[in-house]
């Protein structure tokens, strides 16, 4: 035979195994088949049997060709153009606050905290001491599960108010029920188009919320002000911040030169300490003249979390994990790097691993097949066992999930690598993100000199003493950033990277004093900033009947 029929023949004998196999899947595994509209279930690109160890490079090659430095600092500038639009108009972001002072680290005195994160509620007593110095008295936090996430509307600021009872009854009898007003601080862990320093109207929300069902629009305090009247409380909230400012306040409250915070936990944010005059004035709602002539600077809550739709890559389940989400395209970022998604999406990877390259056997276990039930806890987890045998994670599967056979050390080594590639790309994102916030500041802070001017070829003269305000030192919080293993430092290093590159854009790479971008731990910030904020308010009410 000659060679050129060889190789019709074996090409042909290829053509019948794979549609062999296709039949055979077809029978197998029905269920991929149904409803190729890419709403229902996601398509698979690959219906031919895999093993898994080819799947893994697949994966490996998806999620990592995005994160070369020079696709990351192109993506940074195309992120930055959304930011710079979101601040002349956006609704939903880049969201001046009523913040412009930041705490002197002298305020002091008792407060009521509140702060509603994305999967806890804490009601807490902080005592802020002066000297930067602050701490928690009493904290009571409650889970807030899938059943309270799906409180429709007010229902949600009932049950809220039921625990801000419960703990106000621990500190004291009449806590809160006394003839004035207690004032409370609350943290906010989703988007406030804020009307002053402590009121604000609810936007709609993520994390699989349903309380801004037919809430959208109305004035948050209130809400939470009626609820606790139900309960015979009289209280009034006298300031309202983002999670993210939050951050920002209770750091700066120690360290005055704190100028932007990060949140990555169930969710993802950014604020910024940044030039009132770089804001579209429509952003600024109704204000006052006198708030204007004081601010200078304000602190936005950037809502980054919504940022980098169409510029950053999405692999087929990050796809499928959009389009079927309760709000489609609403927070891009978000959905491919926080908490909340981590765990999903490497459960959706598994799903397809499961039909066509035979993980576990080639059957999910029924625990894994509703829809984020895969807990971003144990992807932390898996990465975090470096030993051979994977044995404490196999043990954790089984405990957290209904294997009839246990996972094979192959299954545990190809769940590794999946989780190790997805989280790897958060870190990239999330890196690529804050580079391009950092951008953004020092475009806007100092206006002589830009990356883009460098680009340019024109002269750019980045003088040494301006070195030190460049650098960021960023207040970090929430569960993946501060525990996630060795997550901080994978997006540490990318940042380090990419600085650089800008660095050497604007010729001072050399320099000792380089600006910089550090990561700084800001521990249980969400309570103490909303403590702070009330400090701040009552100071800047202090000052204004002055
Ligand atoms: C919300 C932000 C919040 C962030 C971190 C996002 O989903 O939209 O308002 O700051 O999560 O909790």
Redesign the pocket.
Known sequence: MTAPLIKVLHKMQELFQNVFAALETILLFPSLFRNHSGKGRFQVAYWRRRTLDSFADEVETLFSAPLSTRNMLTMSEKIREQFRSSLQSSPMSMLPSYTHMLPSGTEKGTFVALDV??STFRVALIELRGNGKMEILRVKSDCIDNNVKLLDGTLFFDWMAEKIASMLSEVGENCGRESTPLSMGLS????IEQTSVSSGLVIH???GFLCSNGTVGQELGDLIVRSCRKQGLNVQVDAIV???SATLLSRAYGDPKTRMSL?L?????VAIHFPVHEIGLAKFGVRPQEWFDRAKHVIV?S?M??FGGGILPMTRWDEYLNSTHLRPDY?PL?YMI?GRYLGEIVRLIMVEAVETARLFGGELPHSMREPYSFDTSIVAFLEADTSASLSSSAALLQKEHTFHVSPSVEDLRFLRRVCQTVSERAAGYLATAIHSMWCLRNEVEFPHTSTTSAKTNQQVTVVESEDQSRSLSIACD?SVINKYPGFRDRCQNHLKQLTKETNMLLGIEDRATAPYISLEFAPESAILGAAVGVAVAVAEKQSDSK
């Open positions: 994160g994305g906010w862990s989703f988007p929300m993520g994390k983002n999670d993210s949140i936990g169930t969710g993802t944010n809550n809502e979390s919504m927070q978000e926080t929430g």
